[in-house]
């Protein structure tokens, strides 16, 4: 009896018990997924994404990584989890990661004048002044510079037929460059913040300050060790290359050779084909492929410190805004840093995000973002532009992680 009794009062302050940290863990990952499968389950049945691959990890581990939906309707082809995409805007912050290492390794200093590694590059203001453009404009979108889609079609980049990296223009690089130094800033460097194709003329200076095309640096500095075999500024598997499609009623439209979608009231310019042209100047803003696990595998090294590509000194300053709030970069709250945007406010900006959170997208359809503080790593690789990048999927999947969505 008294055994029974015993065995009984033992299961039941078991029972009673607080669930251990790891058992908490894993109900909170279940949780988790629950949410997020939930989250991308509607945006496909709803037809505003196509398909997707989302990876998330915590402290370190993986913890959700679910390929859903196409990644070609018409050919019925399922999305996998490898599937290559291109990165669109996804690719500045590796560029500037390369950067970042040169100047740790003191091959180039971020108060570098443009014009000691560019020197033809010397762009005037609308008052026929030459300010001076260093590395830091261009690494944080301070340059004086903009971007096409941010014009009218009557433009002066239209006029001086700038490319955005995103369309297939058929020129080099250096004349690329030309062009952009053709048209007058639209504000003196370091005045204001204006996104732009800073990080195409960035990818010039770094192939100068590391002596070698801009692909070759990235893969020396940032892929090679890290170990990321799918990224880089060329497609190495044309089957495993995600169709890019747009918004569009009933559903998302798919992309034709030459494609123009609307975004904030400008015409952004796609050419997929791009990515397969290896006569296409690389472009360090725009130009290249990759997938959501080396995306990840990326990120968490930043995470984590940087070894072996940035120094700790250097990582810690990705979370700081060097673009104070007013900049707005995301919206109230947001200021931008060396690599994307940077959460200053979470009350502004009405996130459950942590202060000190880093953030970007692409455009033709991803987004992504590091919260250091909760140690959360996300990726979000859709083939739907602008739904993927910055649709309602993107505050719905970062709802769905910290389970403060509907």
Do not use: C
């Not at 390929?67 to 018409?74: I, Q």
């Not at 130094?181 to 003329?201: C, H, I, M, N, Q």
């Amino acid at each position: 009896m008294y055994s029974v009794i015993a065995a009984t009062m033992v299961a039941a302050s078991l029972a009673q018990a607080p669930a251990s940290p790891a058992s908490a863990n894993v109900s909170e990952e279940r949780a988790i997924a629950a949410r997020l499968d939930g989250v991308i389950d509607r945006a496909i049945a709803e037809k505003r994404i196509v398909g997707t691959v989302v990876v998330v990890a915590k402290d370190g581990k993986v913890i959700y990584q679910r390929a859903a939906g196409l990644a070609d309707r018409e050919a019925g082809r399922p999305m996998k989890e490898n599937e290559l995409f291109r990165l669109a805007s996804m690719s500045k912050p590796i560029v500037s990661v390369a950067a970042l290492a040169l100047v740790d390794q003191h091959k180039l200093k971020l108060e570098d004048p443009v014009a000691k590694w560019i020197p033809a590059f010397k762009p005037k203001l609308a008052d026929g002044s030459e300010p001076v453009i260093t590395v830091r404009h261009l690494l944080t979108h301070t340059a004086g510079l903009t971007y096409g889609f941010a014009e009218s079609e009557q433009g002066p980049y239209h006029k001086a037929g700038v490319s955005d990296g995103l369309d297939e223009s058929g020129i080099t690089l250096d004349e690329n460059l030309r062009r952009i130094a053709s048209v007058p800033l639209s504000y003196e460097p370091g005045k204001r913040w204006g996104y732009s194709v800073a990080t195409d003329v960035l990818g010039a200076v770094v192939a100068k300050a590391g002596g070698a095309p801009l692909p070759r640096v990235v893969e020396r500095l940032v892929t090679g060790p890290l170990g990321l075999p799918d990224t880089g500024f060329s497609v190495k598997d044309v089957k495993r290359l995600a169709t890019p499609y747009s918004d569009g009623k009933p559903e998302p439209v798919r992309m034709g050779k030459e494609h123009v979608a609307v975004f904030n009231g400008g015409g952004v310019h796609f050419a997929p084909g791009r990515a397969l042209n290896p006569r296409a100047f690389p472009s360090g803003g725009a130009g290249m492929v990759g997938t959501a696990g080396d995306y990840v595998k990326f990120l968490e090294t930043l995470r984590k410190g940087g070894t072996p590509v940035l120094t700790a000194s250097t990582v810690e300053q990705l979370s700081t805004a060097q673009v104070g709030p007013e900049a707005e970069t995301q919206g109230p709250g947001w200021g931008f840093g060396f690599v994307g945007a940077v959460l200053v406010d979470p009350a502004k900006a009405h996130s459950p995000q942590s202060a000190g959170t880093y953030q970007w997208g692409g455009a033709y359809g991803h987004n992504w973002f590091v919260d250091p503080t909760r140690g959360l790593t996300v990726v979000a690789l859709t083939n739907t532009a602008f739904e993927g990048m910055a649709g309602a999927f993107t505050i719905s999947v970062r709802d769905a992680l910290y389970g403060t969505g509907n």
